[in-house]
């Protein structure tokens, strides 16, 4: 019901105005709160992100101190989830998984962005040569075997979670030149634009203060979605060994250590595989939910 | 529904653990052919031209044959040369060849074989991986088609033993150059087929001049994802694993009656290597107190979950001349401290950790980091390839501290060496490794070497960690494999399956 | 027509240009020397020079791109620094088993994933649908090496249905290599079934819901029948299109998988030669994908704009 705020027939009416089309691109949010998969998608997030934030500055153990006489402990109050093979606190070990992961995806999505919209809004400002020349790169990039790749650059410049960030971010970079540009694109007829245009502000001046907004919508949606490829793309890597390095860890790594004990401390491999799991259900959800409330022709029916 | 679903998975998991004893694991036992597992892929067949110890896991004595052979007590045995004779200046050897013995490309092996197998490692343009093997030959010559007559030039007491590598096998005239894809020995397997990235196959060879094997075929299957090593044996589509990738499975396959598991020996000691000209670690008492720092224990049950074998010095505990010298930097965090002080490094100080890809490396290497950093020293752990280690570290002493495991036999010569990784120079072990090369009787090479161990072990060149265990995991009925591993080889001419 | 058809083909020709200089450029820099990981610790320095001769790796960089790439053009790939066999054979040998794999792993997901839509876009809001679209949700968070890890787990050791790993070649034991490829090919079409599955269901619900399909409902079309006459086929153009995407990610994104179920696939193929530094295998392997992958999009691309004119401006 609370849908019905932008029906369709109100949209035709509004079609040229700026306002209207600024307040619906952020409405949405408000909005959102209703639907039950992004509550969902959002607390399981918000549960990875507090998490891995906290790990941050504060662990309940430390697990750069290994202790062997402490391994393969039960759960207990002292250790949530019990101890791992080198007597680490599990429950420590999955929030500095959670950490890396969300630096990982974060950075990664960030790269994609900071990189990939300017490029998109070039190319959809410009269109001709510009355009032609950055989505042949945009190709170019698609084309190169993603995880070979980052395989590559790790190979090349170590180990290290830095290089797993720039391994996947480049991937990244075609993403969101391609949302930037459609989405600028479809803007292109819009009033608002020309009129901005007749009044004497500057391409960039428009870009920011009229094209931007306006698509912070499609951006915030396909980033989440990112989000939640970026941190399967970690988990991949960090499984195959590259990626995050002692003292930190990372859940693809904990997976890989422990995967030969399935039979005797199934816990140490089903737990970090439950944590991928939860938080990228949880990016997904949330990207979902918003993307639904997006569409208007999936809007429309559900009204 | 994250709860649920786990729940459902462990359930799974608890499920499958019922069933799993019921299961026969018993794919081969009728037939006479053998599905074996290796961890690593040889990056081709051809011993005379790579260090790889995987070619010599399949070829060593199964496809190629040397002038002798080592066993698996590491002892030297006659092989391709029937016996032989040592001149009184112990300048010459001759050895005399079986006759009738015949490479798998039909050519016949004798003494020219012998003289161009020779030749070829020593020239100039060799790309032999151990040619120091041959350092001592002067010269190699064909009295006779079945007699060889080597002359060195000076006396050594390895030449029976260096001739029993891998590296030096006799190889035919006629295929040499083609050994890298299509090997070519005396062996009693021919070479059969090579599914890159999966297996090498190789059959009985019906002409082989000794006694025959009773194994008809062969696949040497290469896995080195320890998962998928204990998923193959458990499910039975590996009959034996040898160098078993997964240490903390093991005890799982010990309580199995449908599986064998062999804890044996074999040549890798196991050392944190320290760069001794570098910073702190050229202080003598810094890398005591590293050594102090370290409990051998803790690191062969939490790298190796309980299997190997501590050691003080680098030379094998197996070994007759061994002397142990574990005790002679105990476990003492506190003494640690006060060799560090005295060193003038109270406050601690930072080091690299340069780690290869094997488990025992990346294991040992965050205990390791975290031992030493009870003791002050912060470690920053770097892991690497193998190529990158070989360049940086082995190549161009880019590091502070590494983990490796040497795994030639009887390598303690190394620390004699100009300018290898450790840094070491000390003209009183070079010394005493000169005498060991030009003495021959057994007891008194045993004293030099026990001298040589408490020399290194008292200039604490390294932190002498633990010998690498040799574990192979086989069906309870397949017998005859090798329970040590004196080199790097799997025989597999006395395998059998029991009825 | 042809003035596109022309400029497409030169920037796809420049584009395939740049993308050898970067490759080669950037496997230049890789660390490490080949010729002393083969000869390994104990090698002499004679031997290592010796081997850097003859694996040609002490030419200028420059004649060594050149050599390269005027060797590709003529379909050779080279001579693998550590197999010592062509480059092309290697390619040819892998790409019997990962073509198949990705095969299958297609057509079980589209399997899985087309019927999983169908149910759910016709069931639309009823509990089937949202007991669906969870179960679907979680399918796609799963990483499909820890699905492989599980698949071995219970089908190959607990319950010895199927071989946890390895390859068994094709002109062998048909059956066998058959055999070998259900468990890796079910763990990387489950995920991809669930996209297939939402995607199907979008996209039909989209459809069911324009004019043409109301109008043929009104003349009295059953349901059914309207849903699959109507419906499913004109749904299956976005689903045709993702699948497409996932083919190339298929025949060299599956490393992981490949690791998990050691088949001696592409990307494996591929990750083993960047730690042996066979430098020679990773330029190859990644320069033939490449020019697949752009090959692929340049016949998307004029297949669009045969059917749609608009296009051919851009």
């Known amino acids: 019901m609370v849908k019905k705020t932008v029906s369709s027939d109100k949209r035709k009416d509004t079609r040229f105005s700026e306002l209207e089309d600024r307040a619906r691109s952020w409405q949405f949010f408000k909005v959102a709160l209703h639907s039950k998969s992004f509550i969902l998608g959002a607390a399981l997030s918000f549960l990875i992100i507090t998490l891995g934030v906290i790990a941050i500055f504060w662990l309940p153990h430390d697990i750069s101190k290994l202790s062997v006489m402490n391994r393969f402990k039960a759960p207990s109050f002292v250790y949530l989830l019990g101890t791992d093979q080198y007597g680490r606190d599990i429950f420590s070990m999955l929030m500095s998984g959670a950490r890396t992961s969300l630096i990982v995806s974060l950075f990664a999505v960030g790269i994609g962005m900071v990189i990939g919209v300017p490029l998109g809004l070039l190319a959809a400002g410009r269109r001709g040569i510009y355009d032609i020349i950055f989505m042949r790169f945009n190709d170019l990039i698609f084309a190169f075997p993603s995880v070979l790749i980052a395989i590559l650059i790790t190979s090349v410049y170590g180990q290290a979670l830095i290089n797993a960030v720039i391994a996947i971010g480049i991937f990244n970079i075609p993403v969101f030149v391609r949302v930037a540009r459609g989405g600028a694109l479809s803007l292109l007829g819009k009033e608002y634009l020309l009129a901005a245009r007749l009044a004497g502000k500057g391409r960039l001046r428009i870009t920011l203060e009229h094209v931007l907004p306006n698509i912070a919508n499609l951006l915030i949606v396909q980033a989440s979605i990112q989000l939640s490829m970026a941190i399967l793309a970690e988990a991949g890597l960090s499984y195959l060994g590259l990626g995050a390095q002692p003292p930190l860890t990372s859940w693809g790594k904990m997976l890989n250590e422990s995967q030969t004990m399935i039979s005797f401390a199934p816990q140490l491999a089903i737990l970090p595989g439950l944590a991928i799991v939860i938080s990228v259900l949880g990016f997904n959800l949330m990207g979902d939910g918003l993307r639904d409330l997006l569409d208007p022709k999936l809007r429309r029916r559900v009204s | ?499 | 027509m042809l003035r596109y058809v022309l400029l497409r083909l030169s920037s796809l020709v420049v584009t395939l240009f740049i993308a050898s200089i970067l490759l080669f450029l950037f496997i230049e820099v890789l660390p490490g020397d080949p010729a002393q990981l083969m000869l390994g610790m104990n090698a002499d320095p004679q031997s290592i020079l010796a081997l850097r001769h003859n694996l040609g790796l002490d030419q200028p960089l420059f004649w060594r791109y050149i050599h390269w790439i005027t060797q590709m053009l003529q379909g050779d790939f080279g001579i693998s620094y550590t197999y010592d066999v062509s480059v092309g054979e290697l390619i040819r040998e892998r790409l019997a088993v990962s073509i198949p794999l990705a095969l299958f792993a297609l057509f079980l997901s589209i399997g899985i994933g087309l019927p999983l839509g169908v149910i759910a876009a016709r069931n639309r809001g009823r509990w089937l649908d949202r007991v669906l679209m969870s179960t679907l949700q979680i399918g796609m968070a799963i990483p499909n090496f820890w699905l492989g890890l599980v698949l071995i787990f219970v089908c190959a050791v607990s319950l010895g249905l199927l071989p946890s790993g390895g390859f068994t070649a094709w002109n062998e034991d048909f059956f066998a290599a058959f055999r070998a490829l259900i468990l890796p090919s079910l763990a990387l079409a489950l995920p991809q079934s669930a996209i297939i599955a939402r995607v199907m269901r979008s996209s039909l619900i989209d459809k069911l819901g324009e004019d043409y399909v109301r109008t043929a409902r009104a003349k009295g079309l059953s349901k059914n029948r309207c849903l699959w006459h109507h419906g499913v086929r004109n749904a299956l153009i976005p689903v045709l299109t993702i699948l497409g995407l996932q083919f190339s990610f298929l025949i060299a994104g599956t490393v992981i998988i490949e690791s998990v179920f050691y088949l001696p696939g592409l990307g494996r193929l591929v990750f083993q030669a960047i730690s042996q530094r066979d430098l020679i295998v990773v330029k190859g392997v990644v320069m033939l994908l490449v020019t697949m992958t752009i090959t692929i999009s340049f016949i998307i691309d004029i297949a669009y704009a045969l059917v749609d004119p608009r296009l051919r401006s851009a």
Request: charged content about 20%; some cysteine; overall charge negative.
């Open chain 2, 1 to 499: 529904m994250g709860q649920l679903y786990k729940y459902m998975l462990i359930a799974l998991f608890m499920t499958s653990y019922l069933i799993l004893p019921v299961k026969l694991a018993m794919a081969n036992a009728s037939t006479n052919s053998l599905n074996i597992g290796i961890a690593l892929e040889p990056p081709h067949l051809d011993p005379t031209a790579s260090a790889a110890g995987a070619i010599d896991s399949i070829s060593y004595v199964n496809i190629y044959e040397g002038l002798t052979r080592i066993d698996e007590h590491g002892e030297v045995q006659p092989l391709l040369a029937k016996f032989w004779n040592v001149s009184k200046d112990g300048l010459t050897y001759t050895f005399h060849l079986h006759e009738n013995v015949a490479f798998h490309d039909g050519s016949a092996m004798n003494c020219e074989a012998v003289k161009f197998s020779l030749d070829r490692a020593r020239a100039s343009d060799s790309v032999n991986a151990q040619k120091q093997l041959f350092k001592s030959i002067e010269s190699v010559n064909c009295p006779g088609p079945y007699e060889v007559v080597v002359r060195l030039n000076h006396r050594s007491g390895s030449l029976l033993y260096n001739l029993g590598w891998g590296d030096a096998v006799i190889v035919s005239p006629k295929s040499a150059n083609d050994n890298k894809s299509n090997p070519v020995g005396t062996g009693p397997f021919r070479f059969q087929k090579w599914q890159k990235g999966q297996q090498v196959t190789i059959i009985r060879n019906d002409q082989y001049w000794g006694p025959k094997p009773s194994l008809d075929k062969v696949a040497f299957k290469f896995i080195s994802n320890p998962n998928a090593a204990l998923a193959a044996i458990l499910s039975g589509d590996l009959d034996a694993f040898s160098g078993f990738p997964a240490p903390e499975a093991l005890m799982q396959l010990m309580t199995n009656d449908q599986f064998q598991v062999d804890i044996g020996t074999s040549e890798g000691e196991t050392i944190l290597a320290m760069n001794n000209k570098k910073g702190p670690l050229a202080n003598l008492k810094v890398r005591q107190a590293i050594a102090h720092a370290i409990k051998r224990q803790f690191l062969i049950e939490g790298a190796m979950f309980g299997f190997g074998k501590p050691i003080g010095s680098h030379f094998a505990p197996h070994h007759p001349a061994y002397v142990d010298l574990t005790g002679l930097y105990p476990y003492d965090p506190q003494k640690a401290k006060e060799l560090l002080k005295e060193a003038g490094y109270e406050g601690g100080f930072d080091l690299t950790l340069k780690l290869p890809p094997p488990s025992y490396a990346r294991r040992s290497g965050e205990l390791i980091a975290s031992e030493l950093s009870q003791v002050g020293i912060n470690v920053t752990i770097i892991p690497v390839e193998w190529a990158q280690w070989l360049s940086d570290v082995f190549k161009n002493k880019d590091y502070d501290l590494t983990i490796v495991s040497h795994t030639e036999p009887m390598d303690i010569g190394i620390y004699a060496r100009d300018d290898y990784y450790f840094n070491y120079e000390s003209d009183a072990f070079k010394a005493v490794m000169e005498q060991l090369e030009r003495t021959e009787e057994t007891s008194a090479r045993f004293e030099l070497m026990k001298k040589a161990q408490v020399m290194i072990a008292k200039d604490c060149v390294n932190a002498f960690l633990f010998q690498l265990p040799h574990t192979t995991v086989r069906n309870a009925k397949l017998q005859g494999l090798w329970v040590n591993a004196p080199i790097q080889a799997i025989d597999l001419t006395t395998v059998q399956w029991s009825q």
